[in-house]
């Protein structure tokens, strides 16, 4: 009972949070640029410098080698979750324009926004290198393989278009940065001039309350009774928040249990954490792009943010057990 309410207290606290923002947009506080503006300040400045300062203060070099565990789980993780996404589009005959945003939707976290903020208030910052592994694979596959599903789901049938610019974005440079000075200056977080290490960290101290402030300005303007829960939002969300942590929880039983794999409780519970977040919130951009349904693939951004406030504490309760 103590770790469901510290569960709902933390979720809480991110709510109000995001309530700020859905009540602001909604008093017109904030014009149309607003939002994009704050999603490059998070993105491009906040964000990296959270990552920097997080990977020198909590992390040694013989500490990135367990990193490459969790690696290997979300690579598993995610591969299994897109084959059994795909038999559910054929399994339940998901009509052209959907099944792509679907696939994506239920194996893409919405991992900046709403997934490093609610990892902190769970788990604390020395959390945040744990969260960037769940990051990187993500960021790649929804970039390559996601946007190639959605691409070839087009009725359309127009071609793909690739960015590489998407694989290495502007957050994981703080991660790149941060490895020089790990290896070879591990006391940088002590020993650099104390202006910088302070501008770094309170910088990086945004991107928890602009990131839930963002999203209830997108909740506002997508608009709450835009949810519709449909039979194809249902196997999304369903994919999304219990199939996806599933998998992950099934791949780290198997590696402790079979293969006798050590990995700390935190590392862990931020995985399956990870694999149970909303939606990606850039799922209605891929959508219009490749003209799928948008107003689906919306409906799936706002039905999966709103309900993660339920779904949080009852994975947190069921992860202790692990």
């Known amino acids: 009972m103590t770790i469901f309410w510290t569960s709902i207290q933390s979720v809480l606290s991110i709510m109000i949070m995001i309530v700020i923002g859905y009540i602001c947009q909604g008093k017109g ?15 491009n ?5 959270s990552i920097f300062m997080a990977m020198l203060e909590k992390f040694k070099p013989a500490q990135l080698a367990t990193l490459s ?3 290997i789980y979300v690579i598993l993780a995610i591969i299994i979750g897109y084959l059994l996404a795909w038999l559910e589009t054929k399994l339940f005959k998901v009509k052209p324009g959907r099944r792509g945003l679907m696939m994506t939707a239920i194996n893409g976290a919405n ?9 902190v208030a769970l788990f604390g910052e020395p959390s945040v290198p744990y969260l960037l592994v769940y990051y990187i694979v993500n960021t790649i596959v929804i970039w390559t393989v996601g946007v190639w599903i959605i691409a070839a789901d087009d009725p359309t049938n127009q071609k793909v278009k690739f960015d590489w610019h998407h694989l290495l974005p502007v957050p994981l440079w703080g991660f790149i940065v941060a490895l020089p000075f790990i290896f070879f ?3 940088a977080a002590t020993q650099l001039p104390h202006f910088v290490t302070s501008t770094l960290t309170s910088i990086g101290g945004l991107v928890t309350p602009l990131a839930l402030i963002y999203i209830g300005i997108m909740l506002r303007s997508f608009g709450l009774k835009n949810m519709r829960l ?14 996806s942590p599933i998998i992950m929880g099934i791949i780290i039983l198997i590696g402790l249990k079979v293969f006798g794999i050590q990995m700390l409780s935190t590392f862990q519970k931020t995985l399956i954490i990870q694999s149970a977040t909303p939606a990606l919130s850039v799922l209605p951009i891929l959508a219009d792009t490749y003209h799928g349904d948008v107003k689906f693939a919306t409906n799936i951004v706002v039905t999966s943010s709103v309900l993660f406030i339920v779904v949080v504490p009852i994975i947190m309760v069921i992860i202790n057990f692990i």
């Open 69 to 71: 565990t969790g690696l």
């Open 185 to 187: 200056w591990p006391q």
């Open 111 to 119: 991992t900046v926004f709403i997934g490093l903020p609610l990892n």
């Open 230 to 243: 449909d039979r194809d939002v249902v196997l999304t969300l369903l994919g999304r928040f219990v199939i």
């Open 29 to 43: 506080w904030f014009d149309d640029k607003f939002s994009g503006a704050l999603s490059k300040l998070i993105m």
């Open 45 to 49: 400045i906040a964000l990296p410098a």
